[in-house]
């Protein structure tokens, strides 16, 4: 089992920027996947930002060029700089992982809120 703790959601203004960390915990490995998703109310949950172990990276169209995912293997802890915040990146996000090489182990933090102001 995994355990994924998120931290840095919040409020801010519209162009400003946010910094969320998801930490892992428990029978995590360094090869699996690491995601951000976002779903804001009404919404379905959405893809924001995948990365492999090997630092392979895919965005949602409406990220591209404002925010940027990482990793860092020693620490199992995946990033996500949010800049250029613009309020309808309002969302609750959630931190993502899985086993890319066996299908059933997945596993999601509990969200953070982040809130953007215009």
């Known amino acids: 089992q995994v355990q994924l703790v998120e931290s840095g959601g919040g409020l801010v203004q519209a162009g400003g920027s946010l910094r969320l960390s998801c930490a892992a915990s428990g029978n995590i490995f360094s090869f699996y996947t690491m995601a951000w998703y976002r779903q804001a109310p009404g919404k379905q949950r959405e893809l924001v930002a995948r990365i492999t172990s090997g630092g392979t990276t895919i965005y949602a169209d409406s990220v591209k060029g404002r925010f940027t995912i990482s990793r860092d293997n020693a620490k199992n802890t995946v990033y996500l700089q949010m800049n250029r915040l613009k309020p309808e990146d309002t969302a609750v996000y959630y931190c993502?992982?899985?086993?890319?090489?066996?299908?059933?182990?997945?596993?999601w933090g509990q969200g953070t809120q982040v809130t953007v102001s215009s």
């Open positions: 993502y992982t899985d086993n890319p090489y066996a299908l059933g182990n997945e596993y």
